[in-house]
DNA sequence: GTCTATAGACCGATAGAC
DNA sequence: GTCTATCGGTCTATAGAC
């Protein structure tokens, strides 16, 4: 007995409503629709059973392919990883700093961050199951892929926390810490991948408003 | 090349101050001193690769030992993790439940919140390395085991949630959505796995009381 | 209780036909 | 671009000596 025990098959994962999500218009401008097919199979895979214990055959098989096929359309699995983690990172930052999502409710510190926290959080609801990858499968990243992947978190976290800044230095917040408000700020919208379903009782918006407003009354003066 | 890139052999996990935690002093009464360094080391393996990257050589290797002298101690890699996950949902959900650290502050729902938040919280920070693979491992297990953890977590959520319930239903807390509040708070006290560090800025303590802080405004009238 | 050696199974990736 | 077949490597777990 020399393997894994409680995985679950490609067309077991398609059926399953708990892997039910908006990725599959995730990706990139210039992808086939077969490498678009492949990558949400994988994202399916890596969040259900990880990306370890996910094979080549499993994500094939996700989209009727052969194991082979892949290595036509990536050259590795940590390729698919990677490209799956790389575009949730960049989606999500250039969606917090769409002018337009910004500047949506005003332009004081409370509108701005209720906001952003809002976008942040409705999108990981969304693409729950993609973001559980981006969240909790970096592990599997070559070193210089893991780097890349931090740098784009770093870039997320310093905007969150500049937003909170801002609204501290004029005034608007009490005094906080701001560098642990941010970080509780967003474990809320990271930690929701765990257990967020699509068709619950919470949309993603309703429950983005929801975490916005427990984001002001964290730093409510 | 049919296998992991990113892996950290047991002897450079020993030395990272990264994996540094208090969960060497964790196991169950009754074991034996070998397997407690099993799992002390398999703790180390697993938060920091992942249950399917770790090899039973990697965790017998951080005690010294050959790979078959790991299943004189325990009879399969599988079972190792469950022995981790099982004793700490076990060890934190004895702990918040404890007559001294309930009643620490005073009996009122303010002061009971605030104590098993802060207990809660400090427990993760101070075993977060052991806390991450309870937290993030859950896949390693067979479906039984899985479903006995599943359990274990249920209770836990189902004593947070009457704890805030009890303080909106006397009206020392403000009509909030319980559920959604009550998960809220716990994300904070289990996203901080991913991040925290010992020897860092906060300590487990005072980690413990911002986040009690931060649960307190959340039901704040 | 620890070791060396290895069985038995599986996986990532490639070769080559079509 | 997809397939079948398979190589080379690695894994969990066991066998058997000490």
């Known amino acids: 007995m020399a393997r894994r025990q409680a995985r679950f098959t490609a067309q077991e994962l ?3 409503p708990r892997l039910r999500d908006h990725s599959s218009g995730l990706w990139r401008e210039g992808l086939g629709d077969v490498q678009r097919g492949l990558l949400t199979s994988a994202v399916r895979c890596f969040a259900a059973n990880g990306f370890h214990a996910t094979t080549t055959r499993d994500i094939a098989e996700g ?7 892949l290595y036509v359309h990536f050259p590795s699995k940590e390729l698919v990883l990677f490209e799956i983690v790389r575009t949730g990172h960049e989606r999500v930052l250039t969606r ?3 002018p337009s999502v910004l500047s949506a ?3 004081g510190p409370a509108d701005r961050l209720r906001a952003v926290i809002a976008e942040y959080t409705a999108w990981h609801a969304r693409h729950h199951v993609a973001a559980r990858v981006c969240q909790f499968e970096l592990r599997g ?3 210089g892929h893991y780097d890349e992947i931090l740098e784009l978190r770093h870039r997320t976290n310093a905007f969150f926390r500049d937003t909170v800044a801002r609204g501290v230095a004029d005034g608007s917040f009490a005094q906080v810490d701001v560098k642990r408000v ?3 700020m967003l ?3 990271i930690d929701l991948v765990r257990w967020y379903r699509l068709g619950g009782s919470d949309s993603p918006e309703e429950l983005g408003e929801f975490y916005a407003g427990l ?3 964290m730093v409510a003066r």
Chains 1, 2 share one sequence.
């Open 14 to 16: 398609a059926d399953d």
């Open 63 to 69: 989209v009727g392919l052969s194991p082979a096929a």
């Open 96 to 98: 917090v700093q769409d």
């Open 105 to 107: 409710r005003g332009d």
């Open 141 to 143: 990243l070559t070193a």
């Open 182 to 184: 941010t970080r509780a």
């Open 187 to 189: 474990s809320l919208s």
């Open 215 to 217: 984001a002001l009354k």
